[in-house]
């Protein structure tokens, strides 16, 4: 795989819960800064951070993709996706995710990760629906 092709690879992998595709998107040595809800954590290597994921999104059922995303910002590249699923087979959350990758030789080499957590749905899309509404100025 080139590396230009590397973040599209990535968000491929993660939608469809391919967490060997995943892997082979990021370089050998790849270094993951994330920031979740419980605290920010990091995590060195392709494996490890495939394996990150996997525990994540592996084991849920009715997952749905409903958002995912790629802008090119600057040398960096933004992905975002946001998933519907049930971890426990009966309550639905949604999650969402940012992360600014950079891409070497070898695939995505860096990630800095921002976490929403995982959210009830009924709340999250009240939330979701909220952040659309509301205005940003500058003061």
């Given at each position: ?48 951070i495939a394996r990150r994921f996997e525990g994540w999104f592996s084991r849920a059922s009715d997952f749905e993709v409903m958002d995912s995303r790629r802008v090119e910002v600057g040398p960096r590249t933004r992905l975002s996706w946001r998933f ?56």
């Amino acid at each position: 795989m080139t590396n230009q092709f590397a973040p599209d690879a990535f968000l491929s992998a993660l939608s469809s819960r391919d967490f060997g595709r995943l892997a082979e998107s990021l370089a050998p040595d790849a270094h993951a800064r994330m920031l979740l809800p419980p605290g920010p954590e990091v995590r060195c290597g392709r494996e490890e951070i495939a394996r990150r994921f996997e525990g994540w999104f592996s084991r849920a059922s009715d997952f749905e993709v409903m958002d995912s995303r790629r802008v090119e910002v600057g040398p960096r590249t933004r992905l975002s996706w946001r998933f519907r699923l049930s971890r426990d087979g009966q309550s639905r959350e949604v999650i969402e995710q940012v992360a600014f990758v950079s891409v070497g030789p070898e695939g995505i080499s860096d990630i800095d990760l921002l976490c929403s957590g995982f959210l009830h749905e009924k709340s999250a899309v009240a939330s979701f629906s909220d952040d659309a509404a509301a205005s940003c100025s500058l003061r």
